[in-house]
C-alpha cells in the first residue's frame, strides 16, 4: 500500500532582518537652556525633569574655582559687566545668571544631578583648566559616580590631552567647528570617545571616517526634528540640544 504524502507548500527562506538603527544619544544643552537660564542648576532641574539621559555644561577656571559658565564676558547671561577674568570670585558669585540663578560652581553641578545624567564637561578655558577638573572628577570617582558617568570634551585639544594623560580612564571627546583635512584623525590621536561636531559642518565623509576608527559622533546644537532625523541619516551617534523634551 503507497503511503500517501501530502502537498506541503516550499518552505520560505527567511529574508535577513535590517538591524534598527540605535536611537539617538539626546544631550542637555547646557542643562535645558531653551527653558532656563543657561548652566544654571534651575537648567540642569530642567533637564532631569524632562528625562534626558545626558547633560553638557561648560566649565572655567577663575581663581582656583571650577565655574559653570560659557562666555568669556558677562553682559549676555547675567547682570554683570565686563570679562569674567577680571572681577574676583565674590562679585562673579553675586551676580544674577537669571530667574534669580547664580553662576554655580562644578562641584554644585554634580551634587545636583548625583548620577541622574551623565555629564559631558566642556573646557573653556586652558591653563590648569584641564588639571582642575581632573583632580576634581577624581573625587567624584572616589565617591561612587563611575568613569562613564563623564565625558570631557574641548576646542583646546592639548587641554584635552592632558585631562587624558591625568584621568585616562575617564572618556573625551574632540569638539570640532569644521571639517579638518585629516577628518577624525585628531579622535584618534586623543584616543577619544567621540568627536563632537557642529551641525553646520556636519559631513558625510567624517561622520564615515569617524566609524571606520571606532569613534562616536555626536551633533552640537540640535534643536529641530528635521535635522535631527538628518543627522540620525548621516549616522550621528547623539545631539545636544536646547530643547531635550523633544526628542525624548
Known sequence: MKRRVANRAPRRRRSPRT???APLLIIGHRGARGHAPENTLKSFDKALAFGAPWVELDVQLHR???LVFH???LERTTNGRGRLADHDL???RGLDAGDGERIPLLSEVLDRIDRR???NVELKTTGGTAAAVATLLREYLGRGWQPEDFMVSSFFLPELREFKRRLPEVPV???LCGVPLDLAACGTELTAR???VALDFADGALFADARRRGLKVY???VNELDDAERMKALGADGIFSDYPDRFL
Open 64 to 66: 582656583n574655582a571650577l
Open 90 to 92: 565674590d562679585y562673579v
Open 117 to 119: 545624567a551623565g555629564v
Open 219 to 221: 551633533v552640537y546644537t
Open 19 to 21: 538591524p534598527h538603527p
Open 194 to 196: 567621540s568627536i563632537n
Open 71 to 73: 562666555d568669556e564676558r
Open 173 to 175: 571627546g574632540a569638539l
